[in-house]
C-alpha cells in the first residue's frame, strides 16, 4: 500500500487558541507541498506552498488566517507525507496526526469508544470528498443501547461541528456513519468531578469501515 | 479488511499515573474478551475476562491490579473491538487509541513528525508478536539530517523504552525501522503540566 501524499486536518481553531501544524516530507526525493485552508462551508479561503527536502518539515503558517473563524486544513503532496497538529490554549492541547485514507483515519464509519457525560464532548467532522454527503450519528450509552441519533447532510469539503447538545451528554460511545469519505476529531474538555479545569484530550475517529480503498480520490 | 479483535496498548503506568483503558464490543453479537498484562520483558502477569453484549464497554480494571510496574496490555476478542486508554496526572492526560494492525496503527516502519528541543519526549516499542525484533531509531533535525541512530533488540511481547537522551533532544523527527511489527507510543511532556500522547505513524 502506498503512503499518503494527502492529510486532511478537520480543524484550524480559531480565537485564543493556538494552533500548530508540522508537515514532513518521508519520502527520499524532494516535494511540492500546498496547503489550502477552507471555512465551514468548504471556500478556500488561504493556501500555501513549499519544497521540501527528504525528511525537511514545515510548520504551517496557517495560525493567523483561522484568528477569525475555525477553518480545516488538505495538505496535498507530490511525494509521500505526514503531519500532526497541536492546538494549545493555557495546559490545554488537542494534538492530532493528519487523517488519511492510507493511514486508516479516513472512512465512512467512524466510532469513538468514549463519551463522558459532566465534560464537554465536542466533534468536528470533516467530508473530504467533493460530493455532498448524509451523516448518520449513533450515541449508546455504555451498555450499548442506543440513546440517540442524529445526522446532517455535509457539502463537499465542509464541515460540521456538534457537541453535547447533540449526543444528550451520556456516558457511552458515538458510531458516525456517512455516504462519503469523513474525517472527524473529538475534543473532550474535562470539568469537575474528573479533573481541575484545563485539560484536554483530542482524538481521531477510529475507522471501523476499513475498505476505503476502494473509493480512491487521489 | 475486517476490524481486528485484538488491540495492543504499549504501557499501563505505574506509580502515580492513573491509567483508564476502555474498550468496545463493535460487533451485533455478544464477544468473549479477554485482557492480558505483560511486564517490560513479555512474561504475562496478570489476566481478566468479560463477556460483553454488542457495543457494551468495558473498563478494564487494570491500574488498580497493577499499580508497582509499568507493563504492556492485550485485548483479545472474539469479535471486533476498539479501545482507547488515558493515562492521568494532574492536568496532564496521554490519549491513545487501541492499536491494531487492521487499524494501521502497528507496523514495521514508524515515524513521529515531532520531536521536541527542551521538552521531554519519551517513547515506548511494543513488540507484538512472538518473535525477537531488531528495532533501529533515526533521530533527525528539522531539515532532514541525520542527527542520530541507535538500535534495540526487544523480546517477544516485550518493550523497549528510551528517552531525550538517546535521541539527542532534537527538534525534529523519529523514525523506526523494526523487523517485527510492533506498536510505539511518544510521550510528549512540555514541562508546565502539559502532555501529549500519541501513536507512531505506520509508514510500512
Not at chain 1, 183 to 192: K, V
Not at chain 2, 81 to 95: D, M
Amino acid at each position: 500500500m502506498p503512503l499518503t501524499n494527502r492529510l486532511f486536518f478537520p480543524q484550524v481553531a480559531a480565537g485564543v487558541w493556538a494552533d500548530w501544524v508540522q508537515v514532513v516530507n518521508v519520502s527520499g526525493e524532494t516535494s511540492n507541498v500546498k496547503a489550502v485552508a477552507r471555512n465551514r462551508g468548504g471556500i478556500v479561503l488561504w493556501y500555501a506552498d513549499k519544497v521540501l527536502n527528504p525528511f525537511q518539515g514545515w510548520v504551517i503558517p496557517v495560525e493567523p488566517v483561522s484568528k477569525q473563524q475555525d477553518l480545516s486544513l488538505e495538505v496535498i503532496s507530490n511525494k509521500a507525507i505526514v503531519g500532526e497538529r497541536h492546538c494549545h490554549l493555557g495546559t490545554e492541547v488537542l494534538a492530532f496526526p493528519g487523517a488519511s485514507i492510507e493511514m486508516g483515519t479516513v472512512g465512512k464509519r467512524l466510532f469513538f469508544p468514549e463519551l463522558v457525560a459532566g465534560c464537554l464532548d465536542w466533534f468536528i467532522a470533516f467530508n473530504i470528498t467533493d460530493a455532498e454527503t448524509n451523516i448518520n450519528c449513533i450515541v449508546r450509552d455504555d451498555n450499548g443501547s442506543v440513546v440517540k441519533m442524529f445526522g446532517n447532510r455535509l457539502g463537499a469539503m465542509c464541515s460540521w461541528a456538534f457537541s453535547d447538545a447533540e449526543t444528550g451528554n451520556t456516558q457511552g460511545t458515538l458510531e458516525m456513519v456517512s455516504d462519503q469519505l469523513i474525517a472527524c476529531e473529538r475534543h473532550l474538555h474535562y470539568q469537575g468531578t474528573y479533573h481541575p479545569n484545563g485539560v484536554a484530550v483530542g482524538q481521531l475517529g477510529q475507522v471501523i469501515d476499513l475498505d476505503t480503498l476502494s473509493s480512491p480520490i487521489i | 479488511m475486517p476490524v481486528g479483535n485484538k488491540i495492543y496498548f504499549p504501557q499501563i503506568a505505574a506509580g502515580v499515573w492513573a491509567d483508564w483503558v476502555k474498550v468496545v464490543n463493535i460487533n451485533d453479537l455478544p464477544s468473549y474478551v479477554q485482557a492480558i498484562v505483560r511486564n517490560p520483558l513479555g512474561q504475562i502477569v496478570w489476566n481478566a475476562n468479560n463477556t460483553l453484549q454488542p457495543y457494551q464497554a468495558w473498563v478494564i480494571p487494570v491500574d488498580s491490579a497493577f499499580p508497582q510496574e509499568n507493563v504492556s496490555l492485550t485485548v483479545v476478542s472474539e469479535r471486533p473491538i476498539v479501545g482507547e486508554r488515558h493515562c492521568h496526572l494532574g492536568t496532564e492526560v496521554l490519549a491513545f487509541p487501541g492499536a491494531s494492525p487492521e487499524m494501521k496503527t502497528v507496523g514495521t516502519r514508524l515515524f513521529f513528525p515531532e520531536t521536541v528541543y527542551g521538552c521531554h519526549d519519551n517513547f515506548r516499542l511494543m513488540n507484538i508478536t512472538e518473535y525477537y525484533a531488531y528495532a533501529t531509531v533515526i533521530s533527525r533535525d528539522i531539515n532532514g539530517f541525520t542527527f542520530k541512530r541507535f538500535s534495540n533488540q526487544i523480546p517477544p511481547f516485550g518493550l523497549w523504552i528510551f528517552l531525550d537522551t538517546d535521541i539527542g533532544n532534537v527538534q525534529g523527527t523519529l523514525e523506526i525501522f523494526c523487523t517485527q511489527p510492533i506498536v510505539g507510543e511518544r510521550h510528549l511532556h512540555y514541562g508546565n503540566g502539559v502532555a501529549v500522547g500519541q501513536l507512531g505513524q505506520v509508514l510500512s
